[in-house]
T-cell receptor, first 113, second 113 residues
Framework: DQQVKQNSPSLSVQEGRISILNCDYTNSMFDYFLWYKKYPAEGPTFLISISSIKDKNEDGRFTVFLNKSAKHLSLHIVPSQPGDSAVYFCAVISSGSARQLTFGSGTQLTVLP | DVKVTQSSRYLVKRTGEKVFLECVQDMDHENMFWYRQDPGLGLRLIYFSYDVKMKEKGDIPEGYSVSREKKERFSLILESASTNQTSMYLC????????????FGDGTRLSIL
């Protein structure tokens, strides 16, 4: 059973608007959450992360929100740009195995010019 | 910048062959990982290593083995390749024992005919 779920396989957004990517997890022992971005023919690259002691972390156009009671994570991109078009993976870490990541299935974001 | 290099971008092999996928990182990272990426399933951990000559099974180790004779190099071995091992294989590395983002190579697209 998947512990990390990204229920939307794809998302299309107009340039300049907000992109919201969602991720749900099942295990309350997860205590660190990350987002990776992947372009075709390249490996995933780290984008932004958040610890379970926080509910928001911001880095430029990217903001990650954590709702622990709902076991829900989201990534907001504002404003969206065509270069943001990629597959976005959420990933989680539990304190019991701090070096291992568990990934979601990914969401393909397309930003339309 | 961390560089994780996978020896082949594309590889075609036949059923029953023994296949070697090589990964080298240049940042003296202790931890190395092998994943496979399949549509709708995200990245799944095959094997990982926290030190030379050390290996641990991930979520889907069946049909695979690994070798880590030097700190910078982590090899994935398909003992007898099968068509269900056709996939994108990604190698990653990270530093130390704490929570760290992993750095990925660009992947090897392996086709088993």
């Amino acid at each position: 059973d998947q512990q990390v779920k990204q229920n939307s396989p794809s998302l299309s957004v107009q340039e300049g608007r907000i992109s919201i990517l969602n991720c749900d997890y099942t295990n309350s022992m997860f205590d660190y959450f990350l987002w990776y971005k992947k372009y075709p023919a390249e490996g995933p690259t780290f984008l932004i992360s958040i610890s379970s002691i926080k509910d928001k972390n911001e880095d430029g156009r990217f903001t990650v929100f954590l709702n622990k009671s709902a076991k829900h994570l989201s990534l907001h991109i504002v404003p969206s740009q065509p270069g943001d078009s990629a597959v976005y993976f959420c990933a989680v870490i539990s304190s019991g195995s701090a070096r291992q990541l568990t990934f979601g299935s990914g969401t393909q974001l397309t930003v339309l010019p | 910048d961390v560089k994780v290099t996978q020896s082949s971008r594309y590889l075609v092999k036949r059923t029953g062959e023994k296949v070697f996928l090589e990964c080298v990182q240049d940042m003296d990272h202790e931890n190395m990982f092998w994943y496979r990426q399949d549509p709708g399933l995200g990245l799944r951990l095959i094997y990982f290593s926290y030190d030379v000559k050390m290996k641990e099974k991930g979520d889907i180790p069946e049909g695979y083995s690994v070798s880590r004779e030097k700190k910078e190099r982590f090899s994935l071995i398909l003992e007898s390749a099968s068509t269900n091992q056709t996939s994108m294989y990604l190698c990653a590395s990270s530093r130390g024992q704490g929570i760290r983002a992993q750095h990925f190579g660009d992947g090897t697209r392996l086709s088993i005919l």
